[in-house]
């Protein structure tokens, strides 16, 4: 009679990678199931993640966390899909700076740095006309004329862009200590005296698909902060 081989016990690489599909719901293979076909719902879903790594966990919820949000004002469908990241020093983030459009800079409390959240002009608009047409039965772009990116538009989402922000910054294991002091609406990337030039910054940059608002978002903060 053969010897039976026992059960190969489970490496500690094996349970840990159990414990992560557990946790965040990923799938073998780096893989994710395929979206749903219903109306409205399932083009919103997609996820997808290159490894198993903290910075692709982070982008996963954050995916999660922003369609949730813009469910409730984007009409019919809509993909996010994550693009690949940059890091770059504070005193470097203009050679990133995607022109006149619209930015959030959030000052924290007891912190030197600051967060920024930046909307394209076809997206910062497009929210804006979403907003400003809530209560219409036809959607009209009524900000398409303009000629370059305007302030006017934070008039419409300056408090969406915040609340935005804030459940964002939930997602931090460590939120609690993170308390914004000050938020800008600005139109062009600036930089405030006091935030350490040389510290490393990552920049998330998201595309948005939407029949009637598509564009780049940027999520952009502290390169240490992946660490919490």
Not at 49 to 55: A, L, P, R, V
Not at 145 to 155: F, H, K, P, T, W
Request: charged content about 20%.
């Amino acid at each position: 009679m053969q010897n039976q081989i026992p059960n190969k016990e489970p490496s500690p690489e094996e349970i840990y990678q159990e414990m992560i599909r557990d946790t965040f719901g990923l799938f073998d293979n780096n893989k994710y199931p395929e979206a749903e076909s219903s109306p409205g719902v399932g083009f919103s879903k997609q996820i997808s993640s290159d490894s198993y790594s903290k910075n692709n966990f982070l982008v996963q919820r954050l995916v999660n966390t922003i369609t949730a949000q813009l469910k409730g004002i984007l009409p019919g469908a809509f993909r996010i899909t994550p693009k690949p990241e940059q890091c770059l020093s504070y005193a470097n983030l203009h050679s990133w700076s995607p022109g006149r459009s619209y930015f959030s800079l959030f000052e924290m409390t007891h912190s030197k740095s600051v967060w920024i959240l930046h909307f394209s002009r076809s997206v910062g608009e497009g929210l804006a006309s979403l907003s400003h047409n809530r209560n219409s039965r036809k959607y009209l772009n009524i900000y398409n004329d303009l000629r370059e990116a305007d302030s006017v538009i934070y008039l419409e989402i300056g408090e969406m862009l915040r609340k935005f922000f804030i459940s964002l910054l939930e997602l931090w294991p460590a939120s609690d200590k993170l308390k914004v002091v000050r938020c800008r609406h600005i139109l062009q990337l600036g930089f405030l005296s006091g935030i350490a030039q040389d510290e490393e910054y990552v920049v998330l940059p998201f595309y948005l698909d939407n029949k009637e608002c598509s564009g780049d978002f940027h999520l952009v903060f502290p390169q240490r902060y992946l660490l919490i």
